[in-house]
Each structure stands twice: as structure tokens, then as C-alpha cells.
């Protein structure tokens, strides 16, 4: 079969024509007797034709599917096919090509889930070590309250320190709740052109109280008519939340400046405080999912709310950048798209 395997379809076609030709050329000098004998011969000769094509055929069918074979075994190795040729114009190749895309696909899909399952798996950690705490204060107060005899004095404080304990998991849960909505895409944004100055205000609102007990003086800079395409329920928890992290590292009797100003393609909002600073290395860990540096591990949260702020903004397709000098305040930045 190998010698046969020299001989192209185009070859075969050509000797079939030409052996057409000569005998259709050839016809009226040949005597009637010879006919008798060429006619079968040309018939055998035809024949003869047929047989290879057909054994060309079956060879070329019978290497495609081979070749095909081939590169599906080495994909299920993990493993390139060694005779895989990606700029030959050929079936095999078109097919190869194919395989190997459905591959890829194939393989970034494993990726991302390996990714998520690592993501739920240190999810489940981190939402562990937060609620253990509380749990276990409350736990231990309650067990005092029971097997102790008090005074009205201290039962009153244990049972506000319960209270305050069960507030923090109140707190944790709905900050989990709204984590969990923003990674799963489970919310929708409703991108309206809205007056972000109203915006900022229900963002102020939610921790005016708490800046007041502080004595921290809030300033705002922005005009009154500003309109910009936002979702202003997520947008103003965004920046309650970068607000309420600057209350709490403010000292009392400190400044929060909140300034708009057009920037670029951007309508950008600069927060900015008398806080504790955040050092340069850590620009970037304090939006990551449950980060609070050491020294302030006694202050209240779960260091969820700057993971947060950015998530919303992100999904408004803008950004947070954040400037800070340690000891003299830190400026978050937030741009939203025009």
C-alpha cells in the first residue's frame, strides 16, 4: 500500500483523462480486431484507477483518524501534539486547531475553579475566626449571668456588653450579606444621572453622629447642582464607608475634607483626613477583604468596609486610589465615570 501511497488524487485524475483522450483520439485508426482486445484492456486500466483512488482514499481517512486520535490522547496527558502543525492549510490541522482552543477552555475553567473553591475555602476561614470571637464573649457573659448572683450594677453591664457583642455580629453579618451580593453579582446598579451632592449627603449622614461625639469638623466642597451617572444607594455606601473609616482613625477634634472637582473623564471625590496615616506598603492590603493592621486591632469593625467601597465603585467602572503620610492623615480618591 505504501507504494500506492505516491500516487496524489490529481495524478490519478490526470491518467484517467488522459487515458480517455488517447483512446477517444486513437479510435478511427484503430482496426476493428485490435478493439477487441484494447477495449478490455482500457476497462482493467480503469479499473486499475478506481482501485488506487479508492485505496488513497481509505489511506487518507485512515491517517486522519489516527492523527485525530493522536492529538486527543496527548490533550488528555496535558500534552502539546508533537505532529500538530498550526499554519498547514489542512484538514487535520483545522481540526487540531479546534481541539486545542476546546482545550484551553477547557483548562482555564479547571483554573477558575480551583480559584473560587480556594476563594470560598479561605471565605469560610475568615468568616470563622470574625464570629468566634463575639460568640464566645457572649457565651461567657451569659454563663456568668446564669451561675453568679449580681448586683443590678453589673448585670447591667454585662448584658450591655452582650448587646455590643451581639450588635458586632449583627453588623458582620449584613457586611457579609453585602460581600456576598457584590462578589456573586447578585445586586444590579442602577446607573441614573443622579445629584451627587444629595449623594454625599446620605453618605455624610450616616456618620455624623459618631464624627460629632468625636468633635471632628466635616467639610464639604461640592456643587450644590452636580449630576452625575451613578447608583446613588451603592455610591453613598461606598463613601460611608471610606467616611466611617475616617472617623474612626481621626483623633477627636480632627478634620474630614470631602472636595468634588471635574478630573479628566472622571467627576472625582477626594476624602481626606487628620487620621493616623497609613504607611505606603500597605496602600493596597487595606482594600483587601478583611485587613485591619495591628495597631488598631482594638479599634471596632471587621475591615470590611474599604473592600467593599471598592468593589461598588469598580462596578461603576471607576476606581479608588488612596495617598497617606503617616501621622498626618490619609486622602482616599474616588472617580466616577461621566
Same mark, same amino acid.
Given at each position: 500500500?505504501?507504494?500506492?501511497?505516491?500516487?496524489?488524487?490529481?495524478? /490519478?485524475?490526470?491518467?484517467?483523462?488522459?487515458?480517455?483522450?488517447?483512446?477517444?483520439?486513437?479510435?478511427?485508426?484503430?482496426?476493428?480486431? !485490435?478493439?477487441?482486445?484494447?477495449?478490455?484492456?482500457?476497462? $482493467?486500466?480503469?479499473?486499475?484507477?478506481?482501485?488506487?483512488?479508492?485505496?488513497?482514499?481509505?489511506?487518507?481517512?485512515?491517517?486522519?483518524?489516527? &492523527? #485525530? !486520535?493522536?492529538?486527543?490522547?496527548?490533550?488528555?496527558?496535558?500534552?502539546?501534539?508533537?505532529?500538530?502543525?498550526?499554519?498547514?492549510?489542512?484538514?487535520? %490541522?483545522?481540526?487540531?486547531?479546534?481541539?486545542?482552543?476546546?482545550? &484551553?477552555?477547557?483548562?482555564?475553567?479547571?483554573?477558575?475553579?480551583?480559584?473560587?473553591?480556594?476563594?470560598? @475555602?479561605?471565605?469560610?476561614?475568615?468568616?470563622?475566626?470574625?464570629? *468566634? +470571637?463575639?460568640?464566645?464573649?457572649?457565651?461567657?457573659?451569659?454563663?456568668?449571668?446564669?451561675?453568679?448572683? $449580681? %448586683?443590678?450594677?453589673?448585670?447591667?453591664?454585662?448584658?450591655?456588653?452582650?448587646?455590643?457583642?451581639?450588635?458586632?455580629?449583627?453588623?458582620?453579618?449584613?457586611? $457579609? #450579606?453585602?460581600?456576598?451580593?457584590? =462578589?456573586?453579582?447578585?445586586? +444590579?446598579?442602577?446607573?441614573?444621572?443622579?445629584?451627587?451632592?444629595?449623594?454625599?449627603?446620605?453618605?455624610?449622614?450616616?456618620?455624623?453622629?459618631?464624627?460629632? @461625639?468625636?468633635?471632628?469638623?466635616?467639610?464639604?466642597?461640592?456643587?450644590?447642582?452636580?449630576?452625575?451617572?451613578?447608583?446613588?444607594?451603592?455610591?453613598?455606601?461606598? $463613601?460611608?464607608?471610606?467616611?466611617?473609616?475616617?472617623?474612626?482613625?481621626?483623633?477627636?477634634?480632627? +478634620? #474630614?475634607?470631602? !472636595?468634588?472637582?471635574?478630573? @479628566?473623564?472622571? +467627576?472625582?471625590? &477626594?476624602?481626606?483626613?487628620?487620621? /493616623?496615616? #497609613?504607611?505606603?506598603?500597605?496602600?493596597?492590603?487595606?482594600?483587601?477583604?478583611?485587613?485591619?493592621?495591628?495597631?488598631?486591632?482594638?479599634?471596632?469593625?471587621?475591615?470590611?468596609?474599604?473592600?467593599?467601597?471598592?468593589?461598588?465603585?469598580?462596578? @461603576? *467602572?471607576?476606581?479608588?486610589?488612596?495617598?497617606?503620610?503617616?501621622? =498626618?492623615?490619609?486622602?482616599?480618591?474616588?472617580?466616577?465615570?461621566?
Amino acid at each position: 500500500m505504501d507504494r500506492f501511497h505516491v500516487l496524489s488524487e490529481k495524478k /490519478i485524475l490526470i491518467s484517467i483523462a488522459l487515458a480517455l483522450l488517447l483512446c477517444g483520439s486513437l479510435w478511427e485508426y484503430i482496426p476493428s480486431g !485490435c478493439l477487441r482486445v484494447l477495449l478490455p484492456a482500457a476497462g $482493467l486500466i480503469e479499473l486499475f484507477l478506481v482501485f488506487l483512488w479508492d485505496l488513497r482514499q481509505k489511506k487518507e481517512q485512515s491517517d486522519f483518524a489516527n &492523527d #485525530i !486520535c493522536g492529538t486527543v490522547d496527548s490533550l488528555m496527558e496535558g500534552e502539546v501534539p508533537e505532529n500538530y502543525q498550526p499554519y498547514e492549510d489542512s484538514q487535520v %490541522s483545522k481540526v487540531q486547531g479546534k481541539l486545542l482552543q476546546y482545550y &484551553d477552555r477547557m483548562q482555564q475553567g479547571k483554573e477558575q475553579s480551583e480559584q473560587d473553591k480556594q476563594t470560598v @475555602q479561605e471565605l469560610v476561614s475568615d468568616i470563622s475566626h470574625q464570629v *468566634k +470571637t463575639p460568640l464566645a464573649n457572649i457565651r461567657m457573659f451569659a454563663n456568668i449571668l446564669q451561675r453568679h448572683r $449580681l %448586683s443590678e450594677e453589673k448585670r447591667a453591664e454585662f448584658l450591655a456588653t452582650m448587646t455590643a457583642q451581639i450588635d458586632k455580629l449583627d453588623f458582620l453579618m449584613q457586611s $457579609l #450579606i453585602k460581600m456576598s451580593r457584590l =462578589e456573586t453579582g447578585t445586586f +444590579t446598579m442602577h446607573m441614573e444621572e443622579s445629584s451627587l451632592y444629595d449623594t454625599i449627603a446620605r453618605a455624610v449622614n450616616t456618620i455624623w453622629a459618631k464624627a460629632d @461625639q468625636k468633635q471632628i469638623r466635616i467639610d464639604v466642597a461640592c456643587d450644590s447642582h452636580a449630576v452625575v451617572k451613578h447608583d446613588a444607594k451603592w455610591t453613598a455606601e461606598a $463613601l460611608g464607608n471610606i467616611l466611617d473609616n475616617a472617623v474612626k482613625y481621626t483623633p477627636e477634634g480632627g +478634620t #474630614i475634607s470631602i !472636595c468634588v472637582r471635574p478630573w @479628566q473623564f472622571y +467627576t472625582r471625590i &477626594d476624602i481626606a483626613d487628620t487620621g /493616623i496615616g #497609613i504607611a505606603a506598603a500597605h496602600y493596597n492590603d487595606v482594600f483587601q477583604r478583611f485587613y485591619r493592621e495591628a495597631e488598631v486591632a482594638g479599634e471596632e469593625g471587621v475591615g470590611l468596609g474599604l473592600y467593599l467601597a471598592r468593589g461598588i465603585i469598580t462596578r @461603576q *467602572k471607576g476606581y479608588v486610589s488612596v495617598k497617606s503620610k503617616a501621622g =498626618e492623615g490619609t486622602t482616599f480618591s474616588v472617580f466616577l465615570l461621566q
